[in-house]
């Protein structure tokens, strides 16, 4: 079990486990974009289902892994100010992205699909504020 801790992010604290972990569920979610059909991409965008296509679903899951590929950087590069930013940004950017299609577009609603994603960024966002004097320092 140990050895396997080593492939753990290295850094303090558990805001690196947690971006990894994130990470992890992002890559989860790219791959059902892909392959999973349209039925968990739809319960997103329940708002009006019928926007959400096999291309849609594909471009979501292209920018969903390209993001988890970036908090996976974040997580094992935590203490490095660009990486850190990069990182933090994915999270506006995904906060800008679901409150806009809830609240704006009316293309998702408050539910199982939306909760998850509004969630975690909000969460993330608040924690990587508050951590971020932390992780920076420590150079």
Same mark, same amino acid.
């Given at each position: 079990?140990?050895?396997?801790?080593?492939?753990?992010? @290295?850094?303090?604290?558990?805001?690196?486990? #947690?971006? *990894? %972990?994130?990470? /992890?569920?992002?890559?989860?979610?790219?791959? @059902?974009?892909? %392959?999973?059909? *349209?039925?968990?991409?739809?319960?997103?965008?329940?708002?009006?289902?019928? =926007?959400?296509?096999?291309?849609?679903?594909?471009? %979501?899951?292209? #920018?969903?892994?390209?993001?988890? *590929?970036?908090?996976?950087?974040?997580?094992?590069?935590?203490?490095?100010?660009?990486?850190?930013?990069?990182?933090?940004?994915?999270?506006? /950017?995904?906060?800008?992205?679901?409150?806009?299609? #809830?609240?704006?577009?009316?293309?998702? $609603?408050?539910? $199982?699909?939306?909760?998850?994603?509004?969630?975690?960024?909000?969460?993330?966002?608040? #924690?990587?504020? *508050? @951590? $971020?004097?932390?992780?920076?320092? =420590?150079?």
């Amino acid at each position: 079990m140990s050895e396997y801790m080593n492939y753990l992010p @290295q850094a303090t604290g558990l805001l690196p486990k #947690w971006l *990894l %972990f994130i990470s /992890v569920v992002s890559a989860f979610n790219s791959s @059902q974009s892909y %392959f999973g059909g *349209l039925k968990l991409t739809r319960r997103v965008y329940e708002g009006n289902p019928a =926007q959400v296509t096999g291309l849609s679903a594909r471009t %979501f899951g292209t #920018w969903t892994f390209l993001t988890a *590929l970036v908090r996976l950087y974040g997580a094992y590069h935590i203490n490095n100010p660009a990486v850190y930013d990069i990182t933090y940004a994915t999270y506006i /950017v995904a906060f800008m992205h679901f409150s806009s299609e #809830w609240i704006i577009y009316k293309t998702a $609603k408050l539910g $199982k699909g939306l909760a998850g994603p509004l969630i975690v960024s909000t969460t993330t966002l608040a #924690w990587m504020t *508050l @951590q $971020k004097s932390y992780y920076l320092n =420590q150079l």
